[in-house]
């Protein structure tokens, strides 16, 4: 079975800092998506940005981007010019490439300082 | 509708009543999801819809556990006999078809209590 770990329950960082969350999963497919969805206090999951494993080429979507590492099953997503609105519970998700359900971890909680 | 419509919004119950939980999901999608999410959890899969049909029930916990979509709209998810652990956020998504290139657009989940 595929797991996925997200092993900082909480990061904080300064309005207009760079934030780095962090994601590591396990799989033994070859085919997959890995995504990150944000999570604010209306409990409506966004996503933010989705990576193919078969790409090399690193997604960015604006602010967002992600260092994805397949040998080392690592996802971890950069937030540059963070800003207040970006407060919320981020989740990593993987989808296997025939798959539709998605597997997600536990969460970070990110804080936004003024 | 414009988006994925979960009523209600929040549910308190007594143990061992039962409860119904409705997703409207986006006009058109045909692939529906559900979702559970305990506090300070992920959410964890539940089961799928492709049209009228559960295509993977693999995630419901037990036999208390029901959901059905019978015109390929409006999905149910109904828990009988509810029990204390059953209280979480139940999210539901859609997306246009079941393939993996369609992204998936969640509700605001419902809020189950059990007291």
């Known amino acids: ?114 | 509708g414009a988006g994925v419509s979960q009523t209600p919004s929040n549910k308190v119950t007594e143990k061992g009543k039962y409860v119904e939980l409705r997703c409207d999901p986006i006009s058109g999608h045909t692939a529906l999801y559900w979702y559970r999410q305990s506090l300070g959890q992920g959410p964890e899969f539940l089961i799928y819809f492709q049209g009228t049909g559960a295509a993977d029930d693999s995630g419901l916990p037990n036999d208390r556990f029901f959901a059905v979509r019978p015109e390929g709209s409006v999905s149910t998810l109904k828990i009988q006999r509810t029990e204390r652990g059953d209280s979480a956020v139940y999210l539901c998504a859609s997306s246009a078809t079941g393939t993996v290139n369609t992204e998936a657009f969640f509700g605001q989940g419902t809020r189950l209590t059990v007291v």
């Not at chain 1, 997959?32 to 409990?43: A, D, E, G, H, V």
């Open chain 1, 1 to 114: 079975a595929q797991t996925v770990t997200q092993s900082q329950p909480e990061m904080s960082v300064q309005e207009a800092e760079t934030v780095t969350l962090s994601c590591t999963y396990d799989t033994s497919e070859s085919d997959y998506y890995l995504f990150w969805y944000k999570q604010p206090p209306s409990r409506q999951m966004i996503l933010v940005i989705r990576q193919e494993a078969y790409k090399q080429q690193n997604a960015t979507e604006n602010r967002f981007s992600v260092n994805f590492q397949k040998a080392a099953k690592s996802f971890s997503l950069k937030i540059s010019d963070s800003q207040l609105g970006d407060a919320a519970m981020y989740f990593c998700a993987y989808r296997r490439g025939y798959g539709n359900k998605l597997v997600f971890g536990a969460g970070t909680i990110l804080r936004v300082k003024s």
